[in-house]
């Protein structure tokens, strides 16, 4: 019994983490190890701590980190430069409304973005994937602008810091010329990204060719044709775009054709954040040609004005004037007024082939016609020497 009893005694002497041990000592590990950082803090007692909540200060050091681009390794962090990321252009008024104060269009030339400050101003920045953007409210990067009395813009950048504001530099600029917008660069779904996006078909040559007074230029806006002359105006209203000739007093995006530089349209408009100048590119079209003999065949003469033909295998009788329409891939004339008209004005739509004479060339008839294309932008000349049928002697053979 008696030697049964001292050997857990025994054990319980040797072993130094025996469980019954283990509280105490976990309790003078904890205690030694706070009696060494109280003796840290009182040997370097001149450190001194923000006075801020662990949360404030992580807030901190996140905002600079993520949304300026800085970073925590070394005293020096990347202020972003403003005399390469700003742009500034001068806003014109509005027809027809006054514009108070000194209305600037600030341009980011990395995000591509534009707004509208009135001078003196505070302009908010953020930098966003490496990238300059617009702060939606108050920013720890910030740029005071004004106009100096040269007429120059005058900008002071900032950084706030925890311990106070760092100065980010200062420029001068003069105003640039207003910077003309791309499709993409305008939100999607916007106003002016529909109108952007629209296709510029240039003039109605079918007009011009007949006569016809006409001097738009014809853009095609979610499928629908707008004649637009330099000038002209064009309305925001019921979720597209229309033609009119007075525009709204109201917000509502209103735009101008300006003018024609190459291949693109200009147009520049006003919406509720302020002016835009921006680009339609033409339509890129395929060279348009037809041979006389792939259009017409079996021609006869009947008299000075008027021919039998086939039409693309099709049989017809054609005097001089005639507009013979292809729809649906058949070809009818159009002789009535009403359809002329329907024609005109773009109720009927289709390849157009106008039969405008009946000449002479080396002793042989030549019918003579153009050919438009389905949007009339585009012609091409039809001409086809009518050779003289063979004729048949008496034995059924040819001389």
Known sequence: MFEIAEVPMIRSSILLFYPEKLLWIGAALLGGA?????????????????????????????NYQIRLGLSDQGPVFPIPDLRKELSFFREPARPGMSQEGDAVLVHLKGSQEMQ?????GRLDL???????????????????????????????????????????????????????????????????RILADARWWGRDLFREQQEIPSSAERIEVNNEILEVPVGGWLLWKDAKWQKVDQIALSDVPVARLCEIVGKNLILEGWDSSGYARFVVSGANLPPFKMRGEDL??????????????????????????????????????????QDRHAYL?????????????????????????????????????????????????RGGGTP
């Open 296 to 337: 017409l065949s079996a021609v006869r003469v009947r008299s000075e004005k008027q021919i039998s033909c086939m039409v693309e295998k099709q049989c017809m009788v054609l005097k001089v004037g005639d507009w013979v329409l292809k729809q649906a891939g058949r070809w009818k004339v159009l002789r009535k007024a």
């Open 34 to 62: 706070f009696c060494l950082a109280m003796l840290f803090v009182v040997g370097f007692g001149h450190v001194q701590l923000p006075c801020m909540s662990a949360v404030d200060a992580a807030a901190v050091v996140q």
């Open 126 to 192: 953020d930098v966003v994937q490496g990238k300059m953007v617009f702060a939606q409210a108050k920013s720890p990067l910030w740029v005071d602008v004004s106009l100096d009395s040269g007429g120059r813009v005058s900008g002071q950048g900032f950084v706030a810091a925890p311990d106070g504001v760092i100065d980010a530099g200062s420029f001068s600029a003069a105003f640039a010329e207003i910077h003309v917008r791309q499709a993409q660069e305008f939100v999607e779904g916007s106003a002016f």
């Open 116 to 120: 509208r400050i009135y001078l003196p």
């Open 345 to 393: 004005s773009g109720q009927l739509v289709g390849e157009l082939f106008v039969f405008e004479q009946i000449s002479s060339k080396q002793g042989q008839k030549v019918v003579q016609g153009r050919i438009f294309n389905i949007g009339r932008t585009q012609v091409a000349p039809i001409e086809l020497t009518i050779r003289p049928a063979k004729r048949m002697n």
